[in-house]
């Protein structure tokens, strides 16, 4: 009757050790996961216990499902192999520990026997190989290909620690492995063949005859012993502790909306000056970094060489969390300004990076400190100091905010004397840009022609505010929300109707929903989608252009828009070739974050002319297709500067609609 | 109380500025409505050779090792006796470095009227002067008594100021000027630039518009495709972009190119100062608003990252032609 | 060291400027108010040698729109003192009537140096900084790009045109016109600037009757006619440079 030989070869004193080890270790992992959450707590307060339900959801997708790892398919297939193989030895460890310790000392009985236990043998084998095989393909994946995001990165507690954490993974399958192939060796149960790995080893092993295995035998029982808890033990103590911190950080993630950026906290300074200013989230945040290193990939502004890795900024913040007053400042000596201002905001990193990190928030919250200490670039300085005093950051006088309207042919409605249907929000570049204002006439006349009731409010409008506050102007970001909700305050409206993601984004998610009087907050595209569908708007002619489509950071990644836009160029008769990174892994164009504002010159090759070269990769490609005014402008600047105006054009939606009028 | 018009020379380092040249020409404008004489005022320590060439029917010299350089309070001082005593009709000084540290005090001490910023002499003979960075010119009435005015380049060629005769000279005697509360302790000598832009017959001039260091290869592509210089206004010099010696404006070198070719220059007056010698000025400047389109032969409201690198390769092509 | 920094709003070229129906003053119905761009240097300049060596520093400024934000704005940069003149001092005063009720309110605080900027664009007689000195009594240097003290010396850095600097010896008390700080003007963040609202207080100064003697009676303000405004050239880039060579060839430059 098949049943587990538990401590088969095991002389009594290496029982005894087996556990007082055991206890040890569970010892030693308690005081360091201890040591770390103490430390965590050291952090700036936060509330994040809202919506269990939700949370333990998202654990049970993204921690054990592990979806976002899943979706680059070598690391994916090889990290689950590792996990679900390491998880289901470690359930059927607990089993026979269950199985022995407690039901065999208490209550006489086991329950590994049978066809369970045989079930049971067969399946750990299995399950085992996938760790091998996980393994295998990391060794492969870290020494063989060295993908550019595993290499030189900032210092580790100690250098070998990658090669570690993958040998003692090794040694704890393999030796287990060997003490099951030698048992079987010597014992020769009929029921070996369920085991197949060890039963192919055992074949190896019979040669040597029986005193050779059983000494082997202990003796590798042994090491497998001592190699298991310092697996455990060591947890803790290196970058195996995003076993704990990674599930802990899916938990605890932010629920609010990805346009929602988190406030300045009130009180003495905002922004975080030192280490200490952190939050206890994102003290964890930094610790249950995997180093996997996609967000540097993902991200624009290291592509284009500026100082910026979001990858090395987190370990760089993660070691620096522990070191011991040896003097050095976050400021300067950990993080250099270049780093934090290289930010384009575009919220690739956050959204691809499987333990959920929020690198974005942790660099405006450094970019705060720095504009209070007035360390940043000229330029942006007058862009800043533009916004405060004008409302824009193009220096105009915010009374010529409207002047575009002189040259339309029809009035365009003031919503600040009377009730309209839209509130059109056209955001700074759409207003104040000379090169733009044939786009903004274009949008009146396709909401004319839709026989739209909408309206402007003037020289009232200001900035939204949206880059003020990813620049950390929290200030500066309040005030102009401050004049705008005064504004929108004395406005009859059913929705706002916005030509700027960025002022779609922050009118949507930042400004207080009073304000809004419950009523949507609509971008162009979305606007134009739903007047086609309704019928209401008509398109007369197909253009038949072979386009392709950026997505816009805020109005795409942001807030999820995808659909729409894309419905509307389909209805214009256009056919849309998308390039390889569409939707959720669009390039940013470079401009957002406040860069548009800032001294360019660190910048090796520009986001926005990388995407152009992706653009024209796309086989019959005329026209690129923007729905971003700022977009705009960088790509027909991006066209020039890599010689492309002959390949293909730049396109706002709006211009494709009103051609197709 | 005479009805002479005083000029108040100025000079640096041996050499006189232009601006008294201007206010000499100025002078002869308004002697002619006081029935005055026109009078330099010459200051300085070994320095009367520089009274040779000046446009003046007179020439005051007042000599003192403590004027050898110039100093404020020293100006200040023989200037307020000598106005005490003479008391001519007008006194012009430039509204620059120098002439501006000395006229308000002067003027304020012996309580005498003032008005700055002075560009022309009105057909009245009332000062006309140009303020709020151009928009706006204002004429005021010439007061009674000593008036003391300030003047700015622009209204009158420094030829007009010169003169091939010599005019009589009287060395005054006065007190020797005592210890000063602002001594000089030495000069700072502009960076030595490879080329001294004053001379240069071309010149291709970038400000604000040009964003940053990196653009400034636009530039020096087009003025070498010219056979020119680059050279820039205040806020490109500030930033380090380009060293002080390629300064054009008030604190820098005033150029008298045949061709300047402004890329990005709004047109201050502080630069536009020193622009007066120029024959053909092309502005391109976004904003065609921008004052430098005022005094600029030809312009274009265009996009200089655009235009400068088409209008080098055209000039490429023609002089390859 | 203390530093006496008066400062003097004028209208924001931005907005544009335009004259008034009796043609002697400009409309102000439009009209936004600035602080002068040099004022503004002068602040950073004190700042900066309050930084560098300690001491005080004063900001004054005549009670016009937009007064209080610009002195918060200093207080939040760092100054001391904030220091408003009473209501007498619209804007349109001439600078011989604000140097004089600077002076009086100035003398009593026995400052060490009293830096403002070298010129404002809307000065009609003169500035304000050497009207101020001769009222004073105090020495005056102007056209300053850069000041330092040590050992009860100030060196200043006098720029004359050509790039020429000379650099000086200045006896305390004294009156410099600044034309450039050391460093350009920083940023203030607007939550700064907020805070400064709430801890900081302006303090109200009374000054005497306007004593505009000296100053000059305006006949006419006009707007210059744009002579002979450039001959604009029209087109796209390619257009516009193949114009501006023709050009350039029919002047022989090319």
């Known amino acids: 009757m098949p049943i587990r030989d538990t401590f088969w070869n095991i002389p009594h004193w290496a029982e005894i050790g087996q556990y007082v080890l055991g206890a040890l270790t569970i010892l030693v992992f308690l005081i360091g996961v201890v040591r770390r959450i103490r430390r965590w707590r050291m952090g700036k307060p936060e509330r994040r216990s809202d919506h269990i339900g939700r949370r333990i959801g998202l654990v049970l997708t993204q921690a054990i499902g592990q979806f976002r790892t899943a979706r680059e398919p070598f690391p994916g297939v090889m990290h689950l192999a590792i996990f679900w193989g390491m998880a289901a030895l470690v359930v059927g460890t607990i089993l026979a520990t269950v199985d022995w310790d407690v039901t065999h000392l208490f209550f006489g009985f086991q329950f590994l026997t049978g066809s369970l236990y045989v079930v049971y043998e067969l399946a750990l084998d299995i399950l085992g190989l996938l760790v091998v095989l996980g393994l295998g393909m990391a060794g492969y994946r870290r020494y063989v290909v060295r993908p550019e995001r595993l290499r030189d990165m900032p210092g580790r507690p100690f250098p070998w620690e990658d090669a570690y954490v993958l040998s003692l993974l090794a040694l704890v399958a393999v030796s287990g492995y060997l003490v099951e192939g030698l048992r079987l060796a010597v014992v020769q149960p009929s029921w070996a063949a369920w085991s197949p790995v060890g039963n192919a080893l055992a074949g190896l092993f019979t040669s040597l005859g029986d005193p050779t295995n059983s000494s082997l035998h202990l003796a590798i029982w042994i090491l497998h012993t001592l190699v298991a808890f310092a697996f455990i033990g060591s947890i803790p103590f290196t970058k195996l502790f995003h076993i704990v911190a990674a599930p802990l950080n899916i938990f605890y993630t932010s629920l609010r909306p990805a346009g929602e950026l988190a406030p300045a906290r009130s009180g003495a300074e905002p922004g975080v000056k030192t280490v200490a200013d952190f939050t206890w989230k994102q003290r964890l945040e930094f610790e ?261 489509y950026h997505d816009p950071c805020y109005l795409g990644r942001y807030n999820g828009v995808y659909a729409a836009p894309r419905r509307v160029i389909a209805a214009t008769g256009c056919q849309l070739l998308e390039m390889p990174r569409h939707a959720e892994t669009a390039l940013c164009c470079g401009a957002g974050g406040g860069r548009i504002w800032m001294d360019e010159s660190e910048v090796k090759e520009r986001p926005s002319e990388m995407r152009i070269h992706e653009a024209a990769s796309v086989e019959g490609a005329q026209v690129f297709v923007v729905a971003c005014p700022k977009d705009v402008t960088m790509y027909q600047d991006a066209l020039k500067t890599t010689g492309q105006e002959a390949r293909l054009a730049v396109r706002d939606l709006i211009e494709l609609v009103a051609e197709a009028l | 109380m005479t009805q002479d018009v005083y000029v108040v020379v100025e000079h640096l380092r041996g050499q006189v500025m232009d601006i008294s040249y201007v206010m000499l020409a100025a002078a002869r404008k308004l002697a002619g409505s006081t029935g005055g004489q026109v009078v330099a005022v010459l200051l300085g320590h070994n320095a009367q050779t520089l009274a040779q060439g000046l446009g003046a029917d007179r020439v005051l010299y007042a000599d003192d090792k403590a004027l050898a350089d110039f100093s404020p309070t020293a100006y200040q001082e023989v200037l307020q006796a000598l106005l005490a005593e003479r008391q001519p009709r007008v006194v012009l000084m430039g509204n620059t470095s120098v002439g501006a540290d000395v006229a308000c005090g002067v003027a304020a001490k012996l309580d005498l009227p003032l008005v700055g910023s002075c560009l022309t002499i009105g057909e009245g003979g009332n000062p006309i002067s140009r303020i709020c960075g151009g928009k706006i010119m204002a004429e005021t009435e010439l007061a009674d008594g000593t008036v003391v005015m300030t003047m700015v380049p622009g209204g009158y060629a420094p030829e007009a100021g010169r003169s091939s005769q010599a005019a009589s000279m009287e060395t005054l005697t006065f007190p020797p000027v005592g210890e000063q509360r602002v001594t000089l302790r030495q000069y700072i000598e502009p960076e030595a630039g490879d080329v001294d832009i004053a001379k240069e017959a071309i010149l291709v001039a970038v400000g604000r518009g040009i964003q940053n260091q990196d653009n400034l290869e636009l530039a020096e592509a087009l003025a070498q495709a010219l056979g020119g210089v680059v050279c820039a206004s205040r806020p490109v010099v500030d930033q380090g972009w380009l060293p002080t010696s390629r300064l054009v404006g008030k604190s820098g070198k005033a150029v008298k190119p ?48 655009e235009l400068v690198p088409a209008l080098t390769e055209k000039i490429q092509q023609a002089k390859a032609s | 060291m203390n530093i006496v920094v008066p400062v003097k709003l004028v209208p924001d070229l931005v907005e544009g400027l335009s004259v008034d129906q009796s043609g002697t003053s400009l409309d102000t119905a439009w009209m936004r108010l600035i602080i002068s761009e040099f004022d503004d240097h002068a602040i950073e300049q004190a700042i900066l040698l309050k930084e560098a060596g300690g001491g005080q520093v004063v900001v004054v400024a005549p009670d016009v729109e937009g007064v209080d934000d610009v002195l918060f704005t200093a207080a939040a940069k760092g100054a001391d003192r904030l220091v408003k003149l009473d209501a007498q001092l619209g804007i349109g005063v001439d600078n011989h009537t604000l140097a004089r009720a600077l002076a009086g309110v100035i003398k009593d605080m026995h400052p060490d140096l009293v830096m403002t900027g070298v010129q404002a664009h809307n000065d009609l007689d003169g500035s304000v900084g050497p ?124």
């Open chain 2, 258 to 305: 045949k061709l300047y070719l402004a890329l990005g220059i709004s047109g201050a007056p502080e630069h536009m100062e020193a622009l007066s010698g120029v024959e053909m000025l092309i502005a391109i400047n976004m904003d065609p608003g921008a004052p430098i389109f005022e005094s600029a032969k030809y312009g274009a409201e265009a996009d200089l990252f």
């Open chain 1, 288 to 548: 249950a970094c995997t180093r996997c290193g996609r967000c540097q990939d993902s991200c624009p502004a290291h592509a284009s060489g500026t100082a910026l890795s979001p990858r090395n900024l987190m370990i760089k913040l993660d070691t620096h969390l522990w070191e011991h007053a040896n003097g050095r400042s976050l400021h300067g000596d950990v993080v250099q300004p270049a780093e934090l201002w290289a930010c384009t905001s575009c919220r690739a990193c956050v959204q691809v990076c499987p333990v959920f990190i929020d690198q974005l928030g942790a660099i405006v919250d450094m970019r705060r400190h720095l504009v209070l200490e007035g360390t940043m670039d000229s330029r942006l300085q007058d862009a800043l100091a533009n916004l405060g005093r004008y409302g824009n950051s193009f220096g105009q006088s915010d009374r010529a905010r409207a002047k575009w309207t002189l040259s339309h042919p029809t009035k365009v409605k003031d919503a600040r004397r009377e009730p309209v249907e839209y509130l059109w929000f056209l955001g700074d570049y759409a207003s104040y840009n000379a090169a733009l204002a044939e786009i903004t006439r274009k949008t009146a006349e396709v909401f004319e022609a839709a026989g739209l009731d909408f309206g402007i409010l003037y020289e009232s409008e200001r900035n939204a505010g949206n880059d003020a506050r990813r620049v950390g102007e929290e200030g500066l970001f309040e005030v102009l929300r401050d004049k705008n909700s005064a504004a929108l305050a004395k406005c009859t409206f059913q929705a706002i109707v916005t030509t700027d993601p960025h002022s779609y984004n922050t009118l949507k998610h930042e400004y207080d929903p009073a304000v809004l009087q419950g009523k949507p907050v609509l971008h162009y595209s979305e606007l134009l989608d739903k007047l086609l569908a309704s019928g209401r708007l008509r398109l007369s002619k197909r253009l038949g252009y072979k386009v392709t």
């Open chain 3, 131 to 254: 009207l101020l000195a001769a009222f004073l009594g105090m020495p005056y240097v102007g056209y300053i790009a850069g000041v330092s003290a040590g050992d009860g010396r100030i060196a200043v850095r006098k720029e004359y045109p050509g790039g020429l600097v000379a650099e000086m010896e200045v006896q305390t008390p004294a009156v410099l016109g600044i034309q450039a700080a050391a460093k350009p003007p920083r940023y203030v963040a607007v939550s700064k600037v907020r805070q400064a609202m709430q801890t900081a207080k302006i303090e109200p100064a009374a000054v005497g009757e306007p004593d505009p003697r000296g100053a000059p009676k305006i006949l006419r303000l006009f707007q210059p006619e744009p002579a002979e405004r450039a001959t604009m050239i029209q087109g796209n880039p390619e257009q516009v440079a193949a114009k501006l060579v023709d050009v350039l060839r029919e002047a022989g430059l090319v």
